[in-house]
């Protein structure tokens, strides 16, 4: 009995486990992650990435990514500043430190969006997300998803779909990840979502009580 209240007291002053959502480009983390946040005002806050991509329009420097240069991230990486960082698509990702303290400060659910070799990385941490991993219903569907977005040239389009088939087949490790969810239809996806981050969310709304 005392060892369940102990670890109950533990875990709240832990804070909210975050959670790390990952999946091929394209598969619909960003859609998922923002229909999270604007259903749950306050709970959830989003790890802002550093990123060496161009913004694309409508993106916003500090609030989709903080857009570096390759040398700036390099210097950054170096100087022990990221959880993980790894090369995508041509071009470089990576967590900052920074990024998730300033969520976790604020005792929020902290939300990475990560590719595959983030989550290798994040697993060697002592971060203990949990780990979401959102796929397309096929490749055929993704790539259409892609070209209907509009944000890629023919090239980078080829090199996220070699990614993609890549990470389907990384992400085929047994128990890598607590949930996969196979995005098809978008409300059925997000409930799923919404399932197994329950008792994380019930945690911060029941501090925001107080
Ligand atoms: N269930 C769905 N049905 C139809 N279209 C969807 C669905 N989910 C997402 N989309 C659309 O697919 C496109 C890709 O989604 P999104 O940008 O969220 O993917 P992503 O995984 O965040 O990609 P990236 O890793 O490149 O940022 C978007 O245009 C989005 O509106
Ligand atoms: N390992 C990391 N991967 C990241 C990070 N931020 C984003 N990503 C992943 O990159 C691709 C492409 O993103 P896009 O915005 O250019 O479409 C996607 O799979 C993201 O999940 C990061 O900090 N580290």
Redesign the pocket.
């Known amino acids: 009995m005392y060892l369940r209240l102990f670890s109950r007291i533990f875990s709240a002053m832990a804070g909210p486990r975050p959670v790390v959502l990952?999946g091929?480009?394209g598969a619909g983390?960003s859609t998922l992650l923002k229909m999270l946040m604007k259903e749950y005002e306050g709970v959830f806050g989003f790890s802002v990435?550093?990123?060496t991509?161009d913004p694309r329009p409508g993106e916003e420097n500090g609030k989709d990514y903080h857009y570096v240069t390759r040398e700036k991230m390099t210097e950054g990486i170096a100087n022990g500043e990221f959880i993980?960082?790894?090369e995508?698509?041509g071009?470089m990702?990576?967590?900052s430190k920074a990024s998730v303290q300033d969520v976790q400060a604020k005792n929020l659910i902290c939300i990475l969006?990560?590719?595959i070799?983030?989550v290798k990385n994040i697993k060697k941490t002592d971060l203990n997300p949990i780990y979401v991993s959102i796929q397309p219903p096929s490749m055929q569907i993704l790539e259409q998803r892609l070209r209907d977005r509009q944000t890629e040239t023919e090239e980078s389009l080829q090199k996220r779909l070699e990614a993609a088939r890549l990470d389907m087949e990384l992400s085929k490790e047994p128990g890598i990840f607590d949930l996969v969810i196979i995005n098809d239809n978008l409300e059925d996806a997000y409930g799923k979502l919404k399932d197994v981050l329950v008792d994380e969310i019930a945690k911060v709304q029941e501090a925001n009580k107080s």
């Open positions: 990952t091929p480009s983390k990435s550093h990123t991509r993980e960082n790894a995508f698509s071009n990702y990576g967590t969006d990560v590719d070799q983030g």
